[in-house]
């Protein structure tokens, strides 16, 4: 156990108290990490083995499984049995729901991360007793109900809402933008509900940054471009990471706002997973979709925990 | 501080997690959101002396997601028709037998053997309706009881038209219009439906719940909606008029009835017996808007119901059609139209 | 080479940055605004304006449903929030410092693990397996809802509090070690102050979750445990009234109030 900065001749009594000094870290780690662990463990882990469990059985009549072991939910996924010829051909019916939801959270994280960073910025650079206060008036707006906020949002968005309105009266259309119901009031709708997933972790990486750094960056003469690409966002990684994680996994799983903006004339991954609930009588399929959505995503998560973890190393 | 507040919290949450005694007088029910008449529960908290709770749900499959495991600590559930066969097949609701009550002599005759329920021995009528649509005569002046509208809109409608966001009433809908049986599973008429549906899918421009809203704000002329909601956004918009499709629409009835292992089961059957007084399904129907199933209840409801278009169904209007569910397999296929319909 | 001649403090202010901020916060408050001016609306229908009146507000207050509802959405966010930021809390400081050990990637997983599943998923599996334990158990009551919010809210609080730890030298700490302090002192007097904005993040993150949350507590809310989304949720098909707006309303200024007053005080500090 020769370690650089070992005194050559290793008292086995210093080795001794290394040693139980690295063991108490260990146990304090995984006593700190208990609480999430067994909570998560138990009431996390287990629905979602019941989940599992679930795709590999068969409908029930009226929903619910019954306790036959199938694969089909799986197979359902990617193809389907043709109904005129009993043929088993490929169905991108489900892929392209998925597509769709995909991209769609995508330019969300992208919209709410151009939005959030700088606002996270504007909150991290006001005087130290003015942050919580800005932070509360930034979250403030999401103490509302989910749906009478979009309610509001449409009221606004609408053919004859607030916005066409404004437009009109200033001149700059005559007649009215048909904006709602449309994919651009639906991604409105998303980058609205989720800029507080990326503004508080961006704010709470961005708070500690040390501005006299940018004092620095000015006395070498940098423009104000090449501090923020530099400097500032570099340090602020890990914010925009999370904040990047908590938009758009959510997001992919959204569908009441999509539905209300959107008209409900296409399916999101949430409504289709929730129709198998529903009327579609479809459990196992349902937990299948969702199951294949989460592997997804947890590759993703890992890939980018790797990638993150080594400039991690060198800092820490 | 962190301490006291970390104590705090751990108390309440056991205080909150102890088991709630099962004390004599209470009720749980379970019904619709925003269809139950306040006063109709303060009538019996006030008669019997019993603690009544009312929980909301969104739609029948809801409730029966949430009931199907047992022990959901509820006591009443307002079904619909359809999903009270369900329920009774699972072995979900309690024999009550309501037919053996008291009040039992005032149930309309015609409501007594119903398919979901013959001889009334699980559940009471609370509500009936009907699912058709809704259109501003302004904007369309022809004949409206066609179910042409939805499907081959003119000119004047397209673009303007709310489907419900129900796969069973959009689906059944264009069985009416295409002359093919419910419950259907011949492939050749579904495959004509879905086209059918596909097609006129580009002239309409949502397909949601929320009838009433869309119908007030003018975000469509026409949609396909419940006979008690078009009273209600007929009230705002009054060139609004409920059409009676020669072509047929969908009948339903919301039931009363008492889960299997309700905690008060005693108390759930005063209520049986309660919602079939006459008094009481009128305070049901001015709140909710739509027919009781109770005779003698006219005298109690508000004159603007007797005689509103939307309740009182015209002479040569044809029967309300009730659909009861359908096989597994049906549903299967109708799933994959549905998706095919929304990708 | 002429050197520019500005302040630090100018250094800090992005101009653009500050122009994006303040559209942004417009466009937040613009619906809430929109709320707030149509709970006084006269009209039944929610979307379309009559005449001015504060009848829902006296229709708020005296329905018994919306006020439950709003009472229990608000108790089970305030113990879900607490116990899940310390929970995440704890679970940030051992993994997010210091070299990577075995089971660290797992651990991470794991913790994100709600966050992952699509909600109406985890909403009927939790429903399954919340009746067999209501059944094992015996108990009921407002524990299972609470403890179904605390597991999801859980990411939420983590994530920002993992981001401000990152990077975050440990040199105070070191110097405490030093001074003979114990590691709660430390903890205490050291981490805590440091790690403060980020548990705040999170807190607001998990609060904000646990109001807005539909799906979860459709399935898992028992008899009495109704939550204002539900509530609301469950008028759709019949009509949505401004009763909603009026409450929400309510609850906003309850809330804005409630920070004033927590600002005066701590101001009164010397």
């Known amino acids: 156990m020769a370690a650089p900065g070992d005194i050559p001749q290793a008292d086995p009594a210093l080795r001794r108290a290394q040693r139980d000094r690295a063991r108490g870290q260990k146990r304090m780690r995984w006593g700190l990490l208990a609480p999430a662990l067994v909570v998560i463990g138990i009431f996390g882990l287990a629905p979602l083995s ?123 259309i005559d007649r009215p933008l048909s904006i709602i119901y449309t994919d651009g009031a639906v991604l409105l709708g998303l980058v609205y509900s989720y800029l507080p997933f990326m503004i508080l972790p961006i704010y709470a990486s961005l708070e500690k940054f040390d501005f006299r750094l940018l004092e620095a960056a000015h006395d070498l003469y940098a423009s104000r471009v090449q501090m923020m690409r530099h400097v500032v966002l570099p340090l602020t990684r890990p914010g925009i990471v999370a904040g990047c994680a908590l938009v758009l996994i959510p997001a992919l799983g959204a569908y009441i706002t999509p539905e209300l903006l959107g008209g409900g004339k296409k399916l999101m991954i949430g409504n289709m997973i929730a129709l198998q609930f529903g009327s579609g009588r479809n459990w196992p399929f349902g937990s299948a979709a969702a199951l294949i959505l989460m592997s997804i995503v947890l590759i993703a998560l890992l890939v980018s925990l790797r990638s993150g973890a080594k400039p991690e190393a060198r800092h820490g | ?260 292992g309700a905690p008060n089961m005693e108390n759930a059957k005063l209520f049986l017996n309660f919602m079939m007084e006459p008094e009481n399904a009128a305070l049901t129907s001015n709140f909710a808007r739509y027919a009781n199933g109770i005779k003698g209840s006219e005298e109690f409801m508000e004159p603007e119901m007797l005689s509103a278009p939307e309740i009182v169904m015209p002479a040569d209007a044809p029967a309300p059609d009730f659909v009861p569910p359908c096989s597994q397999e049906v549903v299967d296929l109708y799933n994959k139209i549905w998706t095919r319909l929304k990708q | ?163 401000r730890l990152a990077d975050m030298p440990d040199t105070f700490e070191i110097a405490a070690a030093d001074l003979y302090a114990t590691p709660w002192q430390c903890f205490r007097h050291v981490t805590l102050p440091l790690l403060m904005p980020g548990v705040l993040a999170g807190a607001m993150l998990a609060f904000v979750v646990s109001l807005d949350d539909v799906i979860i507590t459709l399935m898992i809310a028992g008899p009495g445990e109704t939550t204002l989304p539900i509530y609301i949720l469950g008028q759709i098909r019949r009509g949505v009234t401004p009763e909603v707006n009026a409450v929400s309303t309510i609850l906003i200024a309850i809330t804005v109030l409630m920070i004033a007053a927590m600002f005066t005080l701590q101001k009164k500090r010397p």
Request: proline share 5%.
């Open chain 1, 50 to 172: 019941i989940a599992l469990v679930y795709s590999f059985l068969e409908p029930g009549t009226y929903g619910g499984v019954t306790w036959a072991f199938s694969p089909e939910a799986y197979v359902q996924f990617l193809f389907q049995r043709d109904i005129f010829d009993d043929t088993l051909g490929f169905n991108g019916a489900y892929l392209r729901i998925f597509g769709r939801s995909f991209g769609l959270a995508l330019i969300t994280m992208v919209g709410t991360l151009i939005l959030g960073f700088p606002v996270a910025y504007f909150i991290a650079a006001r005087p130290e007793r003015q942050r919580n206060l800005w932070l509360f008036a930034v979250t403030l707006p999401f103490w509302t109900n989910l749906l009478i906020r979009t309610y509001s949002m449409m009221l606004i968005v609408r053919d004859e809402g607030f916005l066409n309105g404004a437009l009109i009266w200033a001149g700059v």
């Open chain 2, 1 to 260: 501080m962190k301490k006291s507040l970390m104590t705090t919290a751990l108390a309440s949450a056991f205080a909150l997690t102890a088991g709630l005694a099962q004390a004599e007088g209470k009720l749980n029910i379970y019904n619709w959101g925003n269809y139950t008449n306040p006063k109709m529960i303060e009538a019996f908290e006030a008669k019997y002396d019993i603690d009544v709770t009312l929980d909301g749900y969104d739609s029948n499959e809801t409730m029966l997601a949430k009931v199907k495991e047992g022990n959901s600590g509820y006591d009443i559930v307002v079904p619909g028709d359809y999903m009270v066969a369900i329920m009774i097949e699972e072995g979900l609701l309690a024999e009550t037998n309501p037919n053996a009550m008291e009040n039992f002599g005032n149930v309309d005759p015609k409501w007594v053997d119903v398919y979901w329920d013959p001889g009334r021995k699980y559940s009471v009528p609370y509500q009936w309706g009907t699912t058709s649509f809704t259109v501003d005569t302004e904007v369309f002046k022809g004949d409206i009881h066609t179910l042409k509208l939805l499907f081959e809109p003119p000119a004047e409608l397209q673009g303007r038209i709310n489907m419900l966001n129900d796969m069973n009433d959009v689906i059944n809908a264009g069985l009416r219009y295409l002359d093919y049986p419910r419950c259907n599973s011949d492939p050749e008429q579904l495959k004509a439906v879905m086209e059918l549906l596909v097609n006129a899918k580009a002239h309409w421009r949502t397909m949601d719940y929320a009838t009433i809203e869309k119908l007030t704000s003018r975000d469509v002329d026409l949609s396909q909606n419940w006979n008690g909601a078009a009273m209600r956004a007929r009230a705002d918009r009054p060139t609004l008029s409920y059409a009676y499709p020669k072509e047929g629409f969908t009948g339903w009835m919301d039931n009363v009835a008492v889960l299997r």
């Open chain 3, 1 to 163: 080479m002429a050197r520019r001649s500005t302040k630090p403090r100018e250094l800090r202010r992005q101009p653009l940055f500050t122009w994006v901020s303040w559209c942004v916060l417009g466009v937040l408050y613009a619906p809430i605004a929109v709320l707030i001016l149509f709970s006084f609306n006269d009209n039944r229908a929610v979307m379309s304006w009559t005449e001015f009146s504060l009848r829902w507000y006296g229709a708020a207050l005296e329905n018994e449903g919306i006020r439950n509802a709003a009472v229990v959405s608000f108790k089970v966010a305030a113990i879900a929030t607490t116990a899940a930021t310390i929970i995440a809390t704890m679970a940030a400081l051992a993994t997010s410092r210091g070299p990577g050990y075995p089971g660290r990637s797992a651990a991470i997983a794991l913790i994100n693990q709600p966050l992952m599943i699509p909600e109406i998923v985890t909403a009927v599996a939790t429903l399954a397996f919340f009746s067999i334990l209501r059944q094992v158990t015996g108990w009921t009551g407002l524990g299972w809802l609470i403890l179904a919010h605390t597991v999801f809210c859980i990411p939420f609080a983590y994530m920002p509090i993992r981001a």
